[in-house]
T-cell receptor, first 110, second 113 residues
Framework: QKEVEQNSGPLSVPEGAIASLNCTYS??????FFWYRQYSGKSPELIMS????GDKEDGRFTAQLNKASQYVSLLIRDSQPSDSATYLC??????????FGKGTTLSVSS | DVKVTQSSRYLVKRTGEKVFLECVQD?????MFWYRQDPGLGLRLIYF???????EKGDIPEGYSVSREKKERFSLILESASTNQTSMYLC????????????FGPGTRLTVT
């Protein structure tokens, strides 16, 4: 069974701090990794994708991928209260669908 | 903008009833998915479809069936609803070119009493 592991949290950070969200996955053959954000009572939305080792930056968000360690992370710089949400890590299994982790809840206090 | 709509936001049904959940997308996407989301269990894939009249089982298909007669519409059917099917049901779609970029509908919160 291919799986994604995330710390459920909650992860609490003060406004302006860096939030670090982590994820490990079991399928060594996975090539595509994603971060979805889900606000309470809403559906998930894609915020970041990463396909190669290293860092990928998009505004205040940085995704990091280490395939050797089977590890993906999401850094949120200058965290804002509006970043408070559940963040879902996922990888794409070709021929099937996305495999999602259970999510990490982030709380940013002002 | 991609729009995925679901027929009901909230639904209450009785045990044993046949339940239909409808999902429609307006972006001509080839792929459509049905998930359920439960606290502590995350998103779990029920069924998905890569083409009209085509379906594939996901991780938890038991007690469910699906129908895709038209490209834009993907229906989830609970043949005989049970209380353990009380959940949030999420539909998603994606294009054939970028299958992993899934767009989700607003969800249907189903309660089976």
């Amino acid at each position: 069974q291919k799986e994604v592991e995330q710390n459920s949290g909650p992860l609490s950070v003060p406004e302006g701090a860096i939030a670090s969200l982590n994820c490990t996955y079991s399928d060594r053959g996975s090539q595509s990794f994603f971060w979805y954000r889900q606000y309470s009572g809403k559906s998930p939305e894609l915020i970041m994708s990463i396909y190669s080792n290293g860092d990928k930056e998009d505004g205040r968000f940085t995704a990091q991928l280490n395939k050797a360690s089977q590890y993906v992370s999401l850094l949120i710089r200058d965290s804002q209260p509006s970043d408070s949400a559940t963040y879902l890590c996922a990888f794409y299994q070709a021929g099937t669908a996305l495999i999602f982790g259970k999510g990490t809840t982030l709380s940013v206090s002002s | 903008d991609v729009k995925v709509t679901q027929s009901s936001r909230y639904l209450v049904k009785r045990t044993g009833e046949k339940v239909f959940l409808e999902c429609v997308q307006d972006m001509d996407h080839e792929n459509m998915f049905w998930y359920r989301q439960d606290p502590g269990l995350g998103l779990r894939l029920i069924y998905f479809s890569y083409d009209v009249k085509m379906k594939e089982k996901g991780d938890i298909p038991e007690g469910y069936s699906v129908s895709r007669e038209k490209k834009e519409r993907f229906s989830l059917i609970l043949e005989s609803a049970s209380t353990n099917q009380t959940s949030m049901y999420l539909c998603a779609s994606s294009s054939g070119d970028i299958p992993y970029e899934q767009y989700f509908g607003p969800g249907t919160r189903l309660t089976v009493t």
